[in-house]
Antibody, heavy 119, light 106 residues
């Protein structure tokens, strides 16, 4: 199992960024996926989950209406579209696999991609 | 929202010590609790799920216990590889993490 995030970088407050997560080594289309972030020197925060087929999506209140999770099962890729970015969105963003849906924890994590939002 | 509180936030210990970290949930989460280890610059690694089940490949010196609102992670004999930050996570209702416990070398 491998999850490789990309798309991070430095962006100005109010702008947009799209993160990608390329999955390999497992049947991507069979698994729900999450995005989890970690601000520098801080703890972990769940952001969003998407069902195996992309039909169900849920978001943390802090990003609802600004971030959109999506997936392309033909490309085994997970996405996070981040709009109206704020300085408090600065964090390492992890792509994470779950063996189930709600009521399940995570089993595999990517290495993360750093997003820095400047004022 | 279910809040999860870990203690202590830092812990100083020596190789061979028995170490215990506590996690408290703001309401009953039955056994829907996991523990993760995170080394600097790395992604978290799952150690324990369902409060007491050891993830495959994790050394048996790690153990978890508890149910309801009080949980513990115990490392029976601390090894050099174990100096890291540990997080608990509830997954009964969405997913929330504790603030983390950093284990330092004494």
């Amino acid at each position: 199992v491998q999850l490789v995030e990309s798309g991070g970088g430095v962006v100005q407050s109010g702008r947009s960024l799209r993160l990608s997560c390329a999955a390999s080594g497992f049947a991507f289309s069979n698994y729900a996926m999450h995005w989890v972030r970690q601000a520098p020197g801080k703890g972990l925060q769940w952001m969003s989950i998407i069902s195996y087929d992309g039909s169900d999506k849920y978001y943390a209140d802090s990003v609802k209406g600004r971030f959109t999770i999506s997936r392309d099962n033909s490309k085994s890729t997970l996405y996070l579209q981040m709009n109206s970015l704020r300085t408090e969105d600065t964090a390492v963003y992890y792509c994470v696999r779950t063996p189930g849906w709600f009521g399940n924890t995570y089993d595999y994590w990517g290495q993360g991609t750093l997003v820095t939002v400047s004022s | 929202d279910i809040q999860v509180t870990q203690s202590p936030s830092t812990l100083s210990a020596s190789v061979g010590d028995r170490v215990t970290i506590t996690c408290r949930a703001s309401q009953s989460i039955r056994s829907w609790l996991a523990w993760y280890q995170q080394r600097p610059g790395k992604a978290p690694k799952l150690l324990i799920y369902q409060a007491s089940n050891l993830e495959s490949g994790v050394p048996s010196r790690f153990s978890g216990s508890g149910s309801g609102t009080e949980f513990t992670l115990t490392i029976s004999s601390l090894q050099p590889d174990d100096f890291a930050t540990y997080y608990c996570q509830q997954y009964k209702s969405y997913w929330t993490f504790g603030q983390g416990t950093k284990v330092y070398i004494k």
